[in-house]
């Protein structure tokens, strides 16, 4: 199990590395001129000279390539480019707003899904299942962003259920906090129902049609005794898996969510980095989410390889 | 209506066979489509919306970009969806709002799944070292959700359609290629592959002659689910303000538009756009679905 986790983290780290890389060459190397970049087409020469200057953006590619990475290693995301401080201490405290959020969702999403795939997949192919299947394939084709519309349009102003705005009142008590955001975590949800939904599905009736099921069932296990000892331990595997990339691609939908809801989170902050042209706070942003990402699918691995021994037994052979 | 017959035989080609029964299974995997109601209403609601958008102006009830008076007005037997915040009428913008999405969409789907299935071929393929490079690029592109990645590009390079296919299309690359990828480890360990290593083919023409056909099957269920999330994603980017731009009517950028004024009750220049969103996303996915489902089968 030890050497296991420690050549999945050593690969966690190169993926880290090379998705640090992939970023810088986005933000320095596509542009070509950072100062002209952000000052537009229109700005003279001697402005974007002196902003490049002042940026650091006017030495050699190799020599940004090194501080940046250097930065990484000792925390250092570099300043803003519009404010001049750190970037590193507003993005946490957006990170913690944003991950407040997400957790509701995943809290709203996780159970139903699960609860639905599992209940499909006993009911393979009978009217319940392909309605959960239609549902599923409904809920995770549409943007957060148009189910967020359609919640403000429906619960928020005819219905007058929800508060319409993300951002609760300063020094709110938890149910509060909660209630305004409701509706943005359910636009969420309703992304990751399907996803999850259609994963328990399929992992479920895969192990159902396993010998070692049958086998449970003809020893004269109860159904539900089957179900918790044999199937739900193997089903789950793939659910795992998806919930932990889900987690990451969470941050992509919340930008959107937290645009219509105004909510000052991760996405927000992204976003408003975006319009001002901000590329450390960018960077630096597309950095944490990836690193959580990382941590993501590195607990679901090692979840996976408790769930199921075939898999750290393997690796260490 | 005479043939009944649904064969339960695969219709993927188990290994290399003739063209003409690979015609025959093609044949059959497009009846056994046309009998799923899902693909059917998937494909027309897609059929009515590419309609709508090429005929345009010619049977939308006013002129998308003709302002009546500056503006709402709420839905009523002159505008029935209402006008927008520059008293357009909504019902005319939604009809053709569907124009640049249904260009740049297929268009980006279609570069990541070429560039995907040709990475991905190689990797599958080659195995060893290429593979092991390739595959943590991947890994690595992987770990950013792509409207994130997507911002940053079209922040840096500056937004236009072009740019936002070649974004959207780039990022999509290794996803598909890790599909196609492991869709050729499977078929490389089959026999019509080592029959072809004996005969003496090289590595080209295995790859593209014989290895290529077979995964064709896979690699299209992969062009209409890609085609989804284009739409997904470029309707996302647009809302965000780096995907269409204005005065384009597209519906994502309606919504980027107007939403703000949901708050004071105005919610019908932000609704329909985003129900008309929503169509074309769950059609193009009932389709990819149906198509997926019955591939496997």
């Known amino acids: 199990m030890a050497r296991y986790i420690s050549r999945r983290l050593l690969l966690s780290l190169v993926t880290l590395w090379l998705l640090a890389t992939i970023v810088f060459i986005i933000a320095n190397v596509l542009p070509n001129d950072v100062g002209r970049t952000i000052l537009g087409p229109f700005a003279p020469q001697e402005s974007v000279d002196a902003l490049n200057e002042r940026l650091g953006t006017n030495r050699p590619i190799f020599i940004r390539y090194v501080d940046t990475m250097a930065g990484l290693v000792t925390l250092d995301f570099g300043d803003s480019f519009i404010t001049g401080k750190p970037v590193l201490p507003d993005l946490m405290a957006a990170v913690a707003r944003s991950a407040k959020l997400a957790g509701l969702a995943l809290f709203l999403t996780i159970p139903v899904a699960i609860l639905a795939g599992l209940y499909a997949a006993r009911r393979r192919d009978k009217l319940a299942d392909r309605g959960i299947v239609l549902l599923g394939v409904t809920s995770s084709s549409i943007p957060e962003f148009v189910t967020g519309t359609i919640l403000v349009v429906v619960v928020g102003v005819q219905l007058k259920l929800l508060p319409v705005l993300a951002t609760p009142p300063p020094n709110a008590d938890i149910p509060t906090q909660i209630r305004y955001l409701l509706m943005p975590a359910t636009a969420m949800a309703i992304v990751y129902f399907g996803y999850i939904a259609r994963m328990t599905r399929s992992g479920t009736i895969d192990v159902l049609q396993s010998d070692y099921t049958r086998t449970a069932a003809m020893k004269g296990l109860t159904t539900s005794q089957t179900m918790r000892r044999h199937v739900l331990r193997n089903a789950l595997i793939p659910t795992v898996a998806v919930i932990a990339v889900q987690i990451g691609y969470l941050f992509g939908g919340i930008i959107a969510v937290e645009k219509i809801f105004n909510y000052n989170g991760m996405g927000q902050t992204m976003l408003f980095a975006a319009q001002r042209k901000d590329i450390p706070t960018l960077t630096a942003g597309a950095i944490i989410i990836g690193i959580v990402y990382m941590l993501a699918t590195l607990t679901s691995d090692l979840i996976i390889a408790w769930m199921n021994p075939r898999i750290r037994l393997d690796s260490d052979s | ?297």
């Open chain 2, 1 to 297: 209506m005479t043939d009944v017959i649904v064969s339960s035989k695969p219709a993927g080609p188990m290994a290399a066979p003739p063209t003409s029964e690979r015609a025959k299974a093609r044949r059959e995997t497009l009846r056994v489509l046309f009998r799923r109601p899902a693909f059917i209403v998937g494909t027309l609601i897609v059929l009515g919306w590419i309609v709508t958008a090429a005929l345009g102006q010619r049977i939308t009830p006013y002129d998308p970009f003709n302002q009546f008076f500056a503006g709402h007005l709420p839905p009523g037997s002159d505008h029935l969806m209402g006008t927008d915040r520059l008293g357009r009428d909504v019902l005319s913008r939604v009809m053709v709002g569907s124009r640049d999405v249904l260009i740049v969409a297929p268009l980006a789907a279609l570069l990541g799944v070429v560039a995907g299935t040709f990475l991905g071929l190689v990797m599958g393929f080659y195995h060893g070292m290429v593979d092991n490079v390739l595959s943590r690029l991947v890994e690595a592109f992987l770990a950013l959700p792509v409207i994130l990645v997507a911002l940053l590009t079209l922040v840096v390079l500056g937004s236009s359609s072009v740019v936002v296919i070649l974004v959207v299309g780039i990022l999509f690359t290794p996803i598909v290629a890790r599909t196609v990828r492991s869709a050729v480890l499977s078929e490389r360990q089959l026999d019509y592959v080592t029959a072809a290593r004996l005969r003496g083919e090289s590595g080209l023409f295995i790859l593209s002659r014989e290895i290529f056909p077979n995964v064709l099957g896979p690699t299209i269920v992969e062009m209409t689910v890609r085609f989804g999330y284009a739409i997904f994603t470029v309707a996302t980017l647009s809302f965000l303000g780096v995907g269409i731009q204005p005065p384009s009517p597209d519906w994502g950028l309606t919504v980027a538009e107007e939403y703000t004024n949901m708050i004071s009750g105005i919610w019908w220049p932000t609704l329909f756009p985003a129900l008309a969103i929503a169509s074309i996303v769950i059609a193009v996915n009932l389709v990819a679905d149906t198509l997926q489902s019955v591939t496997n089968e």
